[in-house]
C-alpha cells in the first residue's frame, strides 16, 4: 500500500471531505455492489435478465438501484426506442474503474471466508 493510501486512511480533517467517504456515498446500499458486479460479469445486460441473474432483488429495488448507479455516472442505461420497449445497462468508465475493488474485495473473501 503506497504512503497516499494510508494517508486517506488515517489523515481526517472531516470525515465527510475523505475519499473514503465519497466511495461509500457512491456504493453505499444493499444491492449496489451485487449489481455493478453482475453488470460486469455480462458487459451489456437488460433488465430482466439482470433481474433473473440476481433473483433475491424485487423489482422495485432493483430498479431504484440501478436509477442510482446511473445518476452516479456508474453505469450507462440505453433506451431502445421499439415495442416491446428494450433497455440494456453496461457500466460506465467510471464503473469499470471501480472493477479493481471489486477483484480485491474477491481475493479478501475467498482468503477469509
Same mark, same amino acid.
Given at each position: ?13 472531516s ?13 453505499n446500499?444493499?444491492?449496489k ?12 445486460i ?5 433481474q433473473r441473474y440476481?433473483?433475491?432483488? =424485487?423489482? %422495485?429495488?432493483l !430498479?431504484?438501484?440501478l ?5 452516479? #455516472?456508474?453505469?450507462? @442505461?440505453?433506451?431502445?426506442k ?9 457500466? =460506465?468508465? %467510471?464503473?469499470? !474503474? ?7 474485495m474477491? #481475493?479478501?473473501?475467498? @482468503?477469509?471466508?
Amino acid at each position: 500500500m503506497s504512503d497516499d493510501n494510508r494517508d486517506c486512511l488515517k489523515s481526517v480533517e472531516s470525515f465527510d471531505k475523505t475519499g473514503f467517504n465519497y466511495t461509500m456515498s457512491k456504493i453505499n446500499g444493499k444491492y449496489k455492489l451485487t449489481v455493478l458486479y453482475a453488470i460486469y460479469r455480462h458487459e451489456i445486460i437488460r433488465f430482466n435478465e439482470l433481474q433473473r441473474y440476481l433473483n433475491m432483488i =424485487s423489482h %422495485k429495488t432493483l !430498479s431504484n438501484t440501478l436509477k442510482e448507479l446511473e445518476k452516479d #455516472d456508474l453505469i450507462i @442505461k440505453k433506451d431502445y426506442k421499439e415495442i416491446p420497449p428494450k433497455v440494456e445497462y453496461s457500466l =460506465s468508465d %467510471k464503473g469499470k !474503474s471501480f472493477i479493481p475493488i471489486l477483484y480485491a474485495m474477491c #481475493d479478501w473473501g475467498e @482468503k477469509y471466508k
